[in-house]
Every structure is written in structure tokens, then in C-alpha cells.
């Protein structure tokens, strides 16, 4: 019998069995990348939110039409392929305890960083420039993202530490540049945290293209829409009717309504939590924007301690309340609405 040798003096045989020998084993449920592609990344979105959004002037779209492109761009053309993801529900207590505590803060401290439906606008304009799009629906958006990078075998784009407590060494990006048409990454170095550990169920779950309206079926979940929730109220207080007629069109019959408000007697944030009910009396303003803005809000008188900035915000997060709804109910899309309407309310 011939064998056929190699350097070293080592046979091809003698090879093979060290190799069977000392062999690592296959992580279990590991999914290895689609044939012909590679680098695949899994991007936080909102967690780069003040990257992509103007902080000072919310109404000012053409920053995140621009920096949200020029990422998309850069990640195509440094070899990624990103999947998108975006919170919209939360389903844990520990998710949703730590967005009530954050919209409780943005009441007592009057400071709203981002845009009112940042959410949605980061989706739609991500979808514009081809990206895949996941709203986490199903799960929260952390789990949800860790299961799509295990599936796909893909890395991280996120400056939140939550995902080095998953059984599984993902490998983690917190922060990235745009710079002459590429990306750049900045991997994050493998830190502890408080957070309670998960496993990976090793099953994806369910998302969507598109963001929900409702938290979960009959319940509306909002948030701090101004800056001047203390001083003025809760936008979402003023637009009810509106949204009762859009309940009515989406054959809604009654719907928990949940979102804070300021409680000046006990100077705490209390949370409005009522069921309203359909009702299609003013249908016909979610077809017309401008009547429906200058129904509920009309003209608006500054408070004087006011500053600049925190009223631009304000009238923004008014006009963004009305045109979401009046763009769901008509299959349209939040940013064409804005574009259009936006500077004649």
C-alpha cells in the first residue's frame, strides 16, 4: 500500500486522523450564513437615534433623510448587509418598566431628545433606501435582534452592554463613521453587566416591515410627545376625537388609552389610563390634515418661560400626532405626510 506524503513527513492518512481527532465541536443550533453571503449586521436603530435626528429641531427631516442614506449607502458599500431593528412593543416587565421610567423622566425634566414617532420615521426612511426593516413585535427589540444574529450568524451594531448577557459570544459594535462613502466599526470590548442573563431560544420571532399603531391589540401606548407635558398637557389629550375616528375605521370598538400626564397638586407623574370607544363623528379630518390640526390645536399661545428650541419641539410633536393618524388612515406613509403638510399647519 502507497501513501502519499506530504511535507513533514506526515501522511495524508496520519493527517486526517488528527484532524478527526482534534476536532472542536459544531456549537449546537449553530446556522451557518447563506451560500454567497457574508458579514451580515444586525443595527440597533434607535439606539443611534441622536445620530440620525436633529435633537435641537425635530421638524427638520432632511438630517435623518440624509445621514439615514449616507448609512445605508456606506454599509452596502464596505460589504454589509444590515437588517434594521426598531421597538415596537414591550413585552417584558424589565422593558416595560424602563420605558415608563424614561417617559416619566421626560415629564418632570421637560427634555425630549428625539422626534415624536421617531420610531416610525427611522423605519420608513430606512425602507426608502432598501434596508430590511424588523419592528419587534412578538418579543422585545433586544431578544429579537440577538435571535436574528445567532440565526444568521451575524454581528451587532448597538451601544447597548444588554447583549453581552446572552449565552452566546456575539460580536459587538457600539460605535460607527461614515466617512468617504464607508463604514467603519468600533467594536465594543466585552463588559459585565447588572441585566439578568437569557438564553437564546434559537427561534425567530415574529416581525413586522411595518410599526403598529397599538402597543398590543386594544391598547394605545403613548408616550411624552412635547417637551411642555408639564406646563401644557399631554398632546394626546387634545387629539381623542381623532383618535376615535380612526379606531371607528379600523373597526375598532373600544381601545385602553395609556400615557402620562402631570399632576401639579402632587407635582409626581400620574398615568391617564381609560378605555374610549369608536367613534366615527369626525372621520372625514383624518382626510384632511390641515382642518384636523387647526380643529385641535388651532392657534397656540407660547407660554413666556419657554425656550426656543423646547417650543419648536412642541409644535412639531402636534403636528406629528395629527399627521400619523390622518396617514395610517389613508395607507400612507408618516414622511410623505410631513414633507407635504408639514410647514402649512
Not at 398590543?216 to 401606548?221: H, K
Not at 390641515?290 to 409644535?315: K, T
Request: proline letters at 5%; hydrophobic letters at 35%.
Amino acid at each position: 500500500f502507497n501513501c502519499v506524503r506530504i511535507s513533514c513527513g506526515v501522511t495524508v492518512e496520519d493527517q486526517a486522523e488528527h484532524k478527526k481527532r482534534h476536532r472542536k465541536p459544531r456549537p449546537k443550533h449553530k446556522h451557518q450564513l447563506p451560500k454567497g453571503d457574508s458579514n451580515f449586521l444586525c443595527v440597533d436603530a434607535l439606539n443611534f437615534s441622536t445620530s440620525f435626528f436633529d435633537c435641537d429641531n425635530h421638524g427638520n427631516l432632511q438630517k435623518p433623510e440624509q445621514k439615514i442614506k449616507e448609512f445605508v449607502e456606506a454599509a452596502r458599500h464596505s460589504g454589509w448587509t444590515i437588517f434594521v431593528f426598531i421597538d415596537a412593543v414591550a413585552k417584558t416587565k424589565e422593558a416595560q418598566m424602563k420605558w415608563r421610567t424614561r417617559r416619566e423622566k421626560e415629564v418632570r425634566t421637560g427634555q425630549r431628545r428625539v422626534p415624536q414617532c421617531v420610531n416610525r420615521l427611522a423605519g420608513e426612511i430606512f425602507t426608502i433606501n432598501g434596508a430590511t426593516v424588523h419592528y419587534s413585535v412578538q418579543m422585545d427589540n433586544d431578544d429579537t435582534l440577538a435571535e436574528y444574529a445567532y440565526h444568521y450568524n451575524a454581528s451587532i451594531l448597538s451601544q447597548d452592554t444588554d447583549f453581552f448577557r446572552y449565552n452566546y459570544p456575539f460580536k459587538v459594535y457600539n460605535k460607527f463613521i461614515v466617512e468617504d462613502g464607508n463604514l467603519t466599526l468600533h467594536e465594543s470590548e466585552h463588559v459585565g453587566t447588572n441585566a439578568q442573563h437569557r438564553k437564546l431560544l434559537h427561534k425567530l420571532p415574529t416581525t413586522s416591515p411595518i410599526m403598529p399603531f397599538l402597543d398590543s391589540p386594544g391598547c394605545f401606548l403613548g408616550g411624552t410627545p412635547s417637551p411642555l407635558t408639564r406646563i401644557i398637557g399631554n398632546p394626546h389629550e387634545k387629539v381623542l376625537k381623532l383618535r376615535q375616528a380612526f379606531y371607528a375605521q379600523m373597526e375598532y370598538d373600544e381601545v385602553q388609552e395609556i400615557f402620562p400626564q402631570w399632576n401639579e397638586a402632587d407635582q409626581s407623574v400620574v398615568w391617564h389610563d381609560e378605555n374610549v370607544c369608536a367613534d366615527p363623528t369626525h372621520k372625514d379630518l383624518l382626510n384632511d390634515p390641515e382642518l384636523a390640526y387647526a380643529s385641535f390645536f388651532g392657534e397656540q399661545v407660547r407660554p413666556s418661560n419657554v425656550i426656543d428650541v423646547d417650543w419648536r419641539n412642541h409644535l412639531y410633536a402636534t403636528k406629528a400626532i395629527c399627521l400619523e393618524l390622518c396617514a395610517l388612515a389613508n395607507n400612507s406613509l408618516l414622511i410623505d405626510y410631513l414633507r407635504k403638510f408639514f410647514d402649512s399647519l
